[in-house]
């Protein structure tokens, strides 16, 4: 059997791809949500957080001959716990991570953590999207909410969490944009010319995180970028295509 860390559509892809070949698969996930969309296609999903210690009893109880990290580039404790969850369990860690991207433009600032982005916004100031989800959102509301001559734009997803969180950071409705992407760089475009945007903040995803349909946009209507980048984990083993992983895994059982 193998784990595997998905949550995003590519991990769903490679999952579904390792399972065509012949493995048995454990997809863990931390929402129902996304959780749903894996079973829908036939997948076996375990949901909910796990720390490294919860991770090693996972591979052991299912006998788990490796584990595949396919989670988001920026899910860093994730990868990490898993990185650790194999290694107290002795089986194999491989790590599949979206390519990254070259991204050179004037209006285009590069940060190093949601921190330094939120200082670097807080200069700029005018109408800020923020484009990177709820979990940092305390970190940009409480550097922003209070800079003279700024506005704060959160686009997530339309879940009861996200609207609570916003409440308790005094993010007000009509500064809200709860909605599912993917975005297209025409819904992109129409979000910020109906807000003013000034200035976005975006994540380093990779392609199929949708950052060339928000870049696209922001540049062609003149606006500023913040993009951070990913962290910086050292993964050991990291391929950036389905078939890679696949013959490293099947390595793994010719070996055994």
């Given at each position: 059997?193998?784990?595997?860390?998905?949550g995003?559509?590519?991990?769903r892809?490679?999952?579904?791809?390792?399972?065509?070949?012949?493995?048995?698969?454990l997809t863990?996930?931390?929402?129902?949500n996304a959780?749903?969309?894996?079973?829908d296609?036939?997948?076996?999903v375990?949901v909910?957080r796990?720390?490294?210690s919860?991770m090693?009893?996972?591979i052991?109880?299912r006998?788990?001959?490796?584990?595949?990290?396919?989670?988001h580039?920026?899910?860093?404790?994730?990868s990490?716990?898993?990185?650790?969850g194999?290694?107290c369990?002795?089986?194999?860690y491989?790590r599949?991570?979206?390519?990254t991207?070259?991204?050179r433009h004037?209006?285009?600032?590069?940060?190093?953590?949601?921190?330094?982005a939120?200082?670097?916004?807080?200069?700029?100031?005018g109408v800020i999207?923020?484009?990177?989800g709820?979990k940092?959102?305390?970190?940009f509301?409480?550097?922003?909410?209070e800079?003279e001559?700024?506005?704060?734009?959160?686009?997530?997803?339309?879940r009861?969490?996200?609207?609570?969180?916003?409440?308790?950071?005094?993010?007000?409705q009509?500064?809200?944009?709860?909605?599912?992407g993917p975005?297209?760089?025409?819904?992109?475009?129409?979000l910020?010319?109906?807000?003013?945007?000034?200035?976005?903040?975006?994540?380093?995803s990779?392609?199929r995180?949708?950052v060339?349909?928000?870049?696209?946009?922001?540049?062609e209507?003149?606006?500023?970028?913040?993009?951070?980048?990913?962290p910086?984990?050292n993964y050991?083993?990291v391929?950036?295509?389905?078939?890679?992983?696949?013959?490293?895994?099947k390595?793994?059982?010719?070996?055994?």
């Amino acid at each position: 059997m193998i784990l595997v860390l998905a949550g995003t559509s590519d991990a769903r892809e490679l999952a579904l791809k390792i399972k065509e070949n012949g493995f048995n698969v454990l997809t863990t996930v931390v929402t129902e949500n996304a959780g749903k969309s894996l079973s829908d296609v036939g997948l076996d999903v375990r949901v909910g957080r796990l720390t490294d210690s919860e991770m090693a009893a996972l591979i052991q109880e299912r006998k788990a001959q490796a584990v595949v990290d396919a989670s988001h580039p920026f899910a860093e404790e994730a990868s990490k716990n898993a990185v650790n969850g194999a290694k107290c369990a002795n089986v194999p860690y491989i790590r599949y991570e979206r390519e990254t991207q070259n991204f050179r433009h004037e209006k285009i600032t590069f940060a190093s953590s949601y921190e330094e982005a939120a200082d670097l916004a807080a200069t700029k100031k005018g109408v800020i999207m923020l484009t990177t989800g709820s979990k940092t959102l305390h970190i940009f509301a409480n550097r922003l909410r209070e800079v003279e001559g700024t506005r704060l734009i959160a686009r997530m997803l339309p879940r009861k969490d996200n609207m609570e969180k916003c409440e308790a950071l005094g993010i007000e409705q009509r500064n809200i944009v709860a909605m599912q992407g993917p975005f297209s760089k025409e819904l992109n475009r129409a979000l910020f010319d109906h807000y003013n945007v000034t200035l976005m903040i975006t994540k380093e995803s990779g392609k199929r995180g949708a950052v060339d349909e928000k870049l696209e946009a922001a540049l062609e209507a003149g606006i500023e970028t913040i993009m951070i980048k990913r962290p910086k984990i050292n993964y050991g083993t990291v391929y950036s295509d389905f078939q890679s992983v696949i013959d490293h895994l099947k390595s793994l059982v010719n070996m055994g």
